[in-house]
């Protein structure tokens, strides 16, 4: 029902900005919450950033508070994530999800999402 594709990632240098986009195809009758998680090699998938339908509710990880902001765009049925003051601990295989019916709430826990994207790498150089 319900097709993510991730874009923006790429190769960049220390304090580096990049903005992804997920792009949300197919008919899905439902309104949703989006996030986006990690995952660096070696290294367990980590929560990111979170956002609920209207945009009024959205939850960051430790790591990324006050450098990533989350935005989502539903006429263009778009999210977005603006990653700023890049570091090489921010290396790594970037995705987005959805969560079908869900109105309220920013969802943090990768368990709780329907459809995942296939990733788009982010490497920050130092």
């Known amino acids: 029902q319900v097709q993510l594709v991730e874009s923006g990632g790429g190769l960049v240098q220390t304090g580096d900005s990049l903005r992804l986009s997920c792009a949300v195809s197919g008919r899905t009758f439902s309104r949703y919450a989006m996030g986006w998680f990690r995952q660096a090699p070696g290294k367990e998938r980590e929560f990111v950033a979170a956002i609920n339908w209207s945009g009024g509710s959205t939850s960051y990880g430790d790591s990324v508070k006050g450098r990533f902001t989350i935005s989502r765009d539903n006429a263009k049925n778009m999210e977005y994530l603006q990653m700023n003051s890049l570091t090489p601990e921010d290396t790594a295989v970037y995705y987005c999800?959805?969560?079908?019916?869900?109105?309220?709430?920013?969802?943090?826990?990768?368990?709780?999402?329907?459809?995942w994207g296939q990733g788009t790498q982010v490497t920050v150089s130092s």
């Open positions: 999800a959805a969560k079908l019916w869900v109105l309220r709430v920013a969802v943090t826990t990768p368990d709780e999402y329907d459809y």
